[in-house]
């Protein structure tokens, strides 16, 4: 993953980069670092741990220069150390490099370079001194970046900083890239938040693009070293408020933001994206299937969304990405939708790139635009989050979910949307000492089992995905018919189980028999049993349920002082494969 910054201009280039560094911490935050250049002179400041961390000690802004590229890292070839964090330097010090991604033939690039002496375990330092060996056989920097794409292989975002010429080299091939236009400036960044501060124009990168940067300015190339015209995209970000002292967690503040965000999405869907979902509704109309595309918390949302289709009459179903060119069946009526946060997910992109032209349409249902994802599909719909910080989605999975809620509503089911964001406020505000009660006795815990059926199997999965990345419990949720085939073995005296129950005579109910039987702790989720308050609606259940089992794992993670933004070995934006 990792997230990578640069600027080229006539301010102090650490301040900003540090800056844009702060905004792409989600994407990795396993250690940081910053190189700029003032006169040739080079300045490094690398460090181990989060951004706020390594600068309150390393002090970047001490760094001058008015050129400069950063990194934050998420690692994937060497340990979390000091010396395998970016930038890392040449032993010429005429190159250094910033790197998200991962060169694949890393081990015969580095055979062919066989005096060099590597000081870190990183792929990007051998991509690194490849290039190097490039310009060092003459060739020009067009030349040395047209080979250098033709012979690595793998996903790279990078920069090389000059620090002979005081150029940048832009390279992109499936890990983003964006650039920032200012008046005598120009910024680098993974995505447009690393610099939206700064600008609100942008040029994105598309595959085997590069672009050589100069104090003349910037000019865009293509694999075959032929100059390209960009277009360049104005863009306008949702502003949120920064977290503040009544929030103690971005996750807690994303949850209570979610009336608010999907009365914004609700608006837009009556307003601007109302020939999109008038569009999307056609298409589904007169496509023969529909494959939803997405992982994680997204895949959930979109086995939410099955459910609402198949209910509806529509041939639908969700794929995890990561398994969609095995058992994905396209054919020319098939509709694809790609659903994701980020709109960066690495398993999302390589499962719809090659599907594009065989599918009968591609539609991305995203929140952050201008998105890799959004920029691949024909029609887009941005579920209007704003920016999620929590590596847990939350409010933007309660955003996709109501997307679905409004399309099938739209497509004839009879649902009441009516009262919806103040519905999901009561609930948050209503139910907070019941789900501090439940987080006491589930924290000990080493295994929760979490129990549902129709919409109530998305929300399992759901729940049980953020009892592990949140909360560190081992946790599954399936399908309460599949527990008497197996899982029930597993069931004793006192084993937490989280029942779903969305109607007053829902057959999950002899589920709850079964696992009572057995001395289990049963935990119910419902608008009719059990001590939470839940407003009734079989449809919008998945809603208000997943929104307590958000409030319920972030009680368990708080009593258990876990690092709730920032979980181990995570990242909010998964471009690696
Ligand atoms: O950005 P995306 O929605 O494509 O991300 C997919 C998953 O990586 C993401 O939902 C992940 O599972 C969340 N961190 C879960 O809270």
């Not at 002899?510 to 989720?525: T, W």
Request: glycine letters at 6%.
């Amino acid at each position: 993953m990792c997230g990578i910054t640069g600027y080229l201009g006539y301010k102090q280039a650490a301040p900003i980069l540090l800056e844009g560094l702060k905004k792409l911490e989600y994407r990795g935050y396993d250690s940081a670092g910053i190189a700029t250049l003032e006169n040739h002179q080079i300045n490094i400041k690398k460090g181990v741990g989060a951004i706020s961390k390594i600068d309150a000690k390393l002090q970047f802004s001490k760094l001058h220069g008015t050129i400069g590229i950063g990194h934050t890292r998420w690692a994937t070839h060497g340990k979390v150390n000091q010396i395998n964090a970016h930038p890392h330097l040449t032993q010429s010090k005429n190159l250094i490099i910033v790197h998200n991604g991962i060169i694949e033939n890393f081990e015969e690039l580095k055979n062919k370079l066989n005096s060099v002496n590597l000081i870190s375990d990183t792929d990007s330092e051998i991509a690194l001194y490849y290039f190097e060996n490039k310009l060092n056989k003459g060739l020009t920097i067009k030349e040395a970046i047209k080979e250098f794409l033709k012979e690595v292989k793998g996903t790279l975002a990078i920069l090389f900083l000059n620090t002979q010429t005081n150029e940048i080299y832009a390279i992109k091939r499936d890990s983003p890239l964006a650039l920032g236009i200012g008046t005598n400036e120009i910024f680098l960044g993974s995505d447009i938040y690393a610099f939206s501060k700064f600008t609100h124009k942008a040029i994105f990168f598309e595959d085997n693009e590069f672009a050589i940067i100069s104090n003349k300015g910037f000019r865009f190339y293509n694999q075959n070293g032929l100059e390209i015209i960009k277009k360049i995209t104005k863009f306008n970000w949702v502003k949120e408020e920064k977290k503040n002292k009544n929030f103690e967690h971005y996750m807690l503040k994303e949850i209570y933001e979610e009336p608010k965000c999907i009365e914004r999405l609700s608006i837009s869907l009556n307003s601007d994206q109302k020939n999109k979902i008038q569009n999307l509704k056609n298409l589904i109309l007169n496509s023969k299937k529909i494959l939803f595309v997405a992982a994680g918390t997204s895949y959930h949302a979109s086995l939410y969304a099955t459910y609402l289709l198949t209910r509806l009459g529509f041939d639908a179903r969700a794929i995890i990405a990561s398994e969609f060119s095995n058992i994905g069946l396209v054919d020319k009526e098939t509709l694809i939708i790609a659903v994701s946060q980020s709109g960066e997910t690495m398993d999302v992109l390589d499962a719809i790139k090659p599907v594009k032209n065989s599918c009968y349409s591609l539609v991305s249902i995203v929140n952050v635009p201008h998105s890799s994802i959004e920029r691949l599909c024909f029609l887009n719909i941005n579920i209007l989050a704003g920016q999620e910080i929590a590596v847990a989605s939350t409010k933007t999975y309660s955003n996709e979910l109501y997307l679905f809620l409004k399309l099938s509503q739209e497509l004839g089911m009879k649902i009441n949307l009516e009262k919806i964001f103040d519905n999901v406020k009561e609930l948050i505000e209503n139910n907070s000492s019941q789900i501090k009660k439940v987080a006491q006795l589930l924290k000990n815990k080493k295994d929760i089992y979490i129990i549902g059926k129709g919409s109530g199997y998305a929300v399992a999965r759901e729940i049980s995905l953020k009892l592990k990345e949140v909360s560190y419990i081992h946790a599954e949720g399936m399908m309460s018919g599949e527990l008497k085939h197996g899982t029930l073995a597993l069931i004793e005296n006192k084993t937490p189980v989280i029942i779903l129950i969305s109607e007053k005579h829902d057959p999950i109910l002899s589920n709850l028999k079964e696992v009572e039987s057995r001395n289990a702790q049963a935990i119910l989720i419902s608008p009719y049993y059990g001590d939470f308050k839940i407003p009734e609606g079989k449809e919008t259940f998945a809603l208000y349920a997943s929104i307590l089992g958000f409030l319920l794992t972030y009680e368990i993670a708080k009593l258990k002082n876990l690092p709730i933004d920032k979980p181990r070995n995570l990242a909010k934006v998964v471009t690696v494969k």
